[in-house]
């Protein structure tokens, strides 16, 4: 992770992920036109929020990246917030400014999966959920099928995308993947006051919460929780997140009856997922999304479409492989080596 901690990698990861959630993002549309697919989506961009002025002076710096990769933004005063979230004018007294991205669109992603599975099994996909898979079995150096049960699986090619799971499962073939998990949170509200809560989604910049508004409901999510594969439910996280709510939207939904929810992120140190081959020609990697995950889902299922089938990707993916850590690894070596020599 130290050999990201540079200005030079910073902006070549940006670049990467930026390439890959604009692709995703366009991938996303033209599955929405050609299924119309429905996922309480919203496409009122998103809003971050500031209650310091020093957030407020940072986000004036961060809009030279913007700027630099043609995104669109506003930057807000405090009297402006409400034009762009009305419920937002009873916290005023909270707020100093935001930063709205006019672009940026939301929905529920859990809603998007079970009906993207829909029109899937549509098309003769067959899935098998609740099976354990015990591992892969190696044939003369390529993938020859998938324990499940008492039964072997056998296919042409074979796509790990187990999350935060995937480091581990892939071990036993010698693939060192770094992929690790990052615990976040959720609360589901019932929304009880359209008029008090978001119209999209806000981003408090203090606390690092996201509030989104879906049709009755309202998720507020975040956090980063080092806690390897613990996924017990913590009351002190559920508290930040009930504070974080009702101290923007008061009123806006019923925080007592709220579904409360814990997941693993994928993360890779240098935020940018793994998508593409590996060493044995017919297992491929769709990984280590982190927090992005269904801002990325879309372009990179296209993406692993055509690396498996052999086509050529609409978008550089070289550089989103697994091989990209070797080389990554040597530049940090040649670095040390520099650095001792001088």
């Known amino acids: ?33 050609e299924t119309a697919i429905q996922y309480e989506q919203r496409t009122q961009g998103t809003l971050q929020l500031f209650r310091t002025e020093a957030q407020m002076q940072a986000a004036r710096r961060d809009m030279a990246v913007l700027e630099d990769v043609g ?4 930057l807000l005063d405090r009297n402006r917030l409400p034009v762009a979230e009305p419920a937002l004018a009873r916290s005023l007294n909270k707020l100093v400014g935001g930063l709205r991205l006019p672009n940026d669109e939301t929905g529920d992603c859990r809603r998007f999966t079970r009906a993207l599975a829909e029109l899937a099994r549509g098309m003769g996909v067959q899935f098998r959920f609740n099976q354990a898979v015990d591992g892969l079995v190696v044939e003369n150096g ?47 509200i019932p929304m009880t006051d359209a008029a008090a809560a978001p119209v999209s989604t806000v981003l408090d910049e203090t606390y690092k919460i996201a509030i989104t508004r879906f049709d009755e409901r309202i998720r507020v999510g975040g956090m980063a929780e080092l806690a390897g594969f ?19 939207f008061p009123g806006a939904g019923d925080v007592a009856g709220a579904e409360f929810w814990t997941g693993l992120r ?4 240098d935020s940018t997922p793994i998508v593409g081959p590996t060493r044995y020609d017919n297992l491929f990697l769709n990984t280590g999304h982190g927090t992005l ?6 372009g990179s299922g296209r993406l692993m479409a055509d690396i498996v ?17 070797q080389r990554t690894a040597r530049a940090a070596g040649d670095l040390r080596l520099g650095q001792n020599g001088a």
């Open 230 to 248: 613990d996924l017990r439910l913590k009351p002190q996280r559920r508290a930040t997140l009930e504070m974080v709510v009702q101290d923007l």
């Open 266 to 269: 994928p993360m890779t140190p």
């Open 71 to 74: 995104v669109p933004y506003e």
């Open 1 to 33: 992770m130290l050999a990201n901690c540079t200005a030079g990698r910073y902006a070549v990861n940006k670049e990467r992920m930026l390439r890959l959630a604009e692709y995703s993002r366009d991938c996303l549309r033209e599955l929405r036109d």
């Open 309 to 325: 089938m052999g086509c050529q990707p609409a978008i550089r993916a070289d550089d989103l492989a697994i091989s990209r850590y």
């Open 293 to 298: 995950g269904w801002t990325m889902s879309c």
């Open 142 to 188: 390529r993938i020859g099928g998938v324990r499940v049960a008492d039964e072997l699986l056998r296919a042409d090619a074979y796509v790990a995308a187990f999350g935060s799971y995937t480091r581990d499962f892939l071990a036993p073939l010698g693939l060192d993947l770094p992929v690790y998990p990052v615990k976040g949170y959720s609360l589901t």
